[in-house]
């Protein structure tokens, strides 16, 4: 099956264990490297779906003072004619 959380965090632990090591040290930096790029695009990606939300958002708003003047526009137009 799945191997525990905590087995995970003790295999990790093990690997980091000597931070003098050069290589244990190169692992650690590249590891928080990607942790951070992933951050970052997930960061990226929310900025865009909030971008997006206000476009629809924005849409919306017209359609609806869309619909709210178009009677009134009609309305007029019946009146004068």
Known sequence: MFDSPDKFIQSKRREY???S???NMNRLTSDLSDISDIMRSNITEVLDRGRALDGTLMCSLS???GLF???LVLLHHVTTI
Request: proline content about 17%; cysteine-free.
């Open 17 to 19: 264990a000597d931070p």
């Open 63 to 65: 359609l609806s003072l």
């Open 69 to 71: 003047v178009f009677p």
């Open 21 to 23: 090591s050069r290589q």
